[in-house]
């Protein structure tokens, strides 16, 4: 799939829109437009209605240890700064950057790669921001320019090696960087804090300095203790919660995939340490089922675990949930979902102050005099199990997924181009967006054939009763071939056409989206028709 073309068409069709575009945009920073809120408020509402609110607490699901409950919050985005200390992501939530002083660009040091190339007794590294066969090219190409060589001279280059990161780089002298023309222009790497911070109160000072939540879930583990003590939770239990959170990354690119604010979907699933691998297993799979119900299948979809070396020691399981996003080069997967074990770090973190993650067993991180680095709060976030009397830290299971890069993986499978009878039976290609029809931003369309002899009247009836349930859309502008084709563009599943023969005997036509059939039911059916198939 061409990324360009779904990158034009959610423009088009007010998908998405570059935020403040008409001030030249400001990176990173995107705005759904009347599409595009549709389809991600219904990403998110199929993630809430699937994970919290239709969920059985009193059956045993498959796979899982025992029943178990969930529930939800909705945190503000900035807390108290101690929280950020005693997360870690005070200290520890920052990337590495490299600038250049040449083209004034900044870039990830662990996102550039690049190829040893020499010619004429001259070596230099020359980085890219891409990979694979991408990376290649593009270091052949730049290679080529700077030794001021032709492309059929290409065999004069010597080539030392492939693609290789550039962390693994000591010396930064002899790197021509992805946008400079002469070697040696990129400084040493550079710790970044990728929060953003700002200034609570009119005073103004260091001390009224809070950030915005990098992740919605250090709220759910500082409520932790107000949910049990307002409810009748008992573990094993989650707490759910969709909201915004923001990081300032360096590089952000590849549309929504990578931006500054974005929205997440997490769970912090809070079981006992002797089932916390079992529930760790569940959730992983469960969550992975979640993506290929709503369309995701196929294998442009992933599931990895972490290899055992890349786990911090408290956790027995980390695994991804990646999608190969078309702007990745071939074979490459991008992160959709991250489900991790995270034993009982946050709690205890939040309860004794920060620990050092390196410590084992885990110890309270303390400065050079001897005291806590970040203090905790003080407050007991230990659980009582009322029928066996055991005190312990609940151990806590995190499935935590983007609610941008679910509704961009969605459009990406679902953009499609194939071709369709136009109003004279004459194939003609057509562009579709076969997205789920829980997903689809306008569930069905409502159309007379022609604007006269009542059509209109009779079609306006229908669709004023059908949006009592559901988002549903009137035209009656242009040929019904071109009316079809919009609806397609857009994601709607049906299509309900008001006929000639409707107004003898109150039936219309239903249109799939994706088969093309079509079929007639009386108008009186139309909700329960499109009730079954909008599941
Ligand atoms: N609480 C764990 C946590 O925040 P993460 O892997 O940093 O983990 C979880 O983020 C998910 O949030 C990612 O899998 C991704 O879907 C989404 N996400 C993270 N950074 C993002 C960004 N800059 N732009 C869009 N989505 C992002």
């Not at 009582?384 to 983007?402: L, N």
């Not at 079809?484 to 219309?508: F, K, M």
Request: charged share 30%.
């Amino acid at each position: 799939m061409d990324m360009e073309k779904l990158v034009s068409l959610c423009k088009r069709r007010g998908f998405l829109f570059q935020s403040s575009d008409i001030y030249g945009g400001l990176q990173g920073f995107w705005d759904y437009g009347p599409l595009g809120v549709e389809l991600k408020r219904n990403v998110k509402n199929a993630w809430w209605r699937d994970m919290v609110t239709s969920h059985d607490e009193s059956t045993q699901p498959a796979n899982g240890p025992s029943p178990f409950e969930m529930t939800g919050l909705d945190c503000t985005i900035i807390m108290h700064p101690q929280v950020w200390k005693c997360s870690g992501h005070y200290d520890l939530f920052h990337d590495f950057m490299v600038d250049c002083r040449e083209s004034r660009k900044r870039y990830r040091h662990d996102q550039l790669q690049g190829r040893w190339a020499a010619y004429n007794g001259q070596r230099i590294f020359v980085a890219t921001e891409s990979g694979g066969e991408e990376g290649c090219e593009n270091a052949t190409r730049r290679a080529l320019k700077y030794f001021h060589l032709r492309t059929k001279q290409q065999d004069r280059l010597e080539w030392d090696g492939d693609l290789q990161p550039l962390t693994a780089i000591a010396d930064l002298t002899a790197v021509l960087g992805p946008d400079a023309t002469e070697p040696g222009t990129l400084t040493e790497p550079r710790e970044f804090n990728l929060m953003f911070k700002t200034i609570v109160g009119a005073l103004g000072g260091e001390e009224d300095t809070v950030f915005l939540r990098p992740e919605t879930a250090q709220g759910i583990f500082v409520n932790f203790k107000n949910v049990v003590d307002s409810t009748r939770l008992r573990i094993p239990f989650g707490i759910a919660q969709i909201g915004k959170s923001f990081r300032n990354e360096i590089t952000p690119r590849n549309f929504t995939f990578r931006s500054r604010e974005f929205e997440q979907m997490e769970i912090e699933f809070f079981c006992h340490p002797d089932s916390s691998h079992a529930w760790y297993q569940y959730w992983r799979d469960r969550r992975m089922r979640w993506y290929t119900d709503l369309g995701l299948a196929g294998d442009r979809l992933q599931l990895r675990e972490h290899d055992r070396d890349e786990l911090s020691h408290y956790s027995t399981g980390t695994a991804d949930i990646e999608y190969a996003f078309p702007f990745l080069p071939d074979g490459e997967f991008g992160e959709l979902e991250g489900i991790a074990h995270r034993g009982d770090f946050d709690l205890r973190s939040h309860m004794e102050g920060k620990l050092d993650e390196k410590s084992q067993p885990l110890e309270v991180e303390l400065d050079e005099e001897g005291n806590p680095k970040h203090r905790g709060s003080g407050k007991d976030l230990t659980y009582r199990d009322e029928a066996s009397g055991e005190r312990y830290i609940p151990h806590v299971i995190e499935p935590s997924a983007g609610a941008d890069r679910a509704t961009l993986a969605f459009l990406c499978e679902a953009y499609s181009e194939d071709e369709a009878p136009d109003d004279k039976g004459k194939m003609q290609s057509r562009t579709v967006l076969k997205l789920h029809p829980r997903l689809a931003p306008i569930k069905a369309a409502v159309f007379p054939l022609v604007k006269k002899d009542g059509m209109p009247e009779k079609a306006r009836e229908l669709y004023r009763s059908l949006k009592k349930s559901w988002n549903v859309f009137y035209d009656e502008k242009g040929a019904v071939g071109r009316r079809y084709r919009r609806q397609d563009e857009a994601g709607t599943p049906y299509c309900i056409t008001v006929d000639g023969e409707s107004l003898t005997n109150d039936t219309v036509t239903i249109r799939d989206r994706d088969t093309l059939k079509q079929w007639r039911v009386p108008i009186a059916q139309c909700g329960s028709e499109l009730h079954d198939r909008l599941q």
